[in-house]
């Protein structure tokens, strides 16, 4: 960091509106069925990635781009070849290239893209203005010669560029390893499950259970109160309390009262592209509720719930689904069959052993908190902290 203060020594910094510095432009809609994966172009709306690519281009490239609409409205992207920005893009482009660094800016928009994703307008579609994004304040390095200020620039450029490079290197390492490690866990994981006719008893999972039932989708969701849970908020096997969703108190103790969750509730997708999907239910997520895309499973006090679990997680659920929803057009499981899920339920000591071993290697590769995750998570918030402290300039 000395380095760059030795950079900086000399500098004055200018803060300006964007709209000042920067040309800012709505894209064009081009429907869905116009747009082909095998054209050249990519196009560009309000997502985090393409939704497709398009025949034809409306901008050049070099152009920072910002999602206006939807979920994602705030977040930053750069894009150096021809693209189409579509009618839920910004697409800024720097008035003086010879003052001001394309590249600079887009790095300075991104250590700031959660200020921007939080200033979304709420009502039916979430969304950032383009007045909203005009006014957003950029540092200018002011000095009498503008070649030591673009030179500047270009070299803050140049350092977090090497940065990304070889951040994104370690964690495309780190994420092969994750990958790896998983397909090693699901391998031991159905070996240690798999038994012989006659080995152990076999029982229903209704045999297992106080309760199977599902969810029941709220008239109306709340901005804060009691957690509702939704697929979505699925890390692997645990709950991410950072993508719940919301219901008042007299929703959740009237309208949904039949499906209010209980401490290590399994927590089942029962329909949709994501069917078989499972989680537990966290006390800390208490007191919530859930969908009707989701079955409550609710063991009995004396049975193994982390044994069980496992076992849903592994082959055996998921040849039961296709076997029993097998040409289907919309992919469902129903409680009944649920009830009637055998699964083999070997001795007491025998499922916590198996649960001791399973739990070691899931650890390694589902937990944020310890394991492989949690390095990944440590290398890009590395990376953040310190493209933050390059490009922090105090107003």
Known sequence: MSYLKGLLKGIDIEWRPLGEVAKITIGEFVHQNNQDNEAEFPVYNGGITPTGNYNKFNNTGNKIIVSARGANAGFVNRISKPYWAGNSCYSIEINDPY??????IYYFLKANENKLIGSQQKGGIPAVSKKQMEAFPIPILFQEDPVKSIEI?????????????????LTAELTAE???RKKQYNYYRDQLLSFEVGEVEWKTLGDLTSLITKGTTPKKYADNGIA???TEAFDGKYINPLKLSFIDEETHTKELKRSILDRNDILITIAGATIGKCAIVPKEVLPAN????????RLKEDVNVKYVFHLIRSNYLKKYIEQNIKGSAQPNLNLEQLNNFYIPYPSPEEQSRIVSILDKFDTLTTSISE????EIEFRKKQYEYYRDLLLTFNP
């Open 99 to 104: 003052r001001l660094n394309w590249i600079f």
């Open 153 to 169: 620039q270009k070299e803050i450029v140049r350092i977090l560029d090497k940065f990304t490079e070889l951040t994104a290197e």
């Open 178 to 180: 994750l990958t790896a």
């Open 228 to 230: 509702f849970i939704k």
């Open 290 to 297: 859930t969908n009707q895309a989701l079955a409550i499973i």
């Open 371 to 374: 394991g492989l995750p949690k």
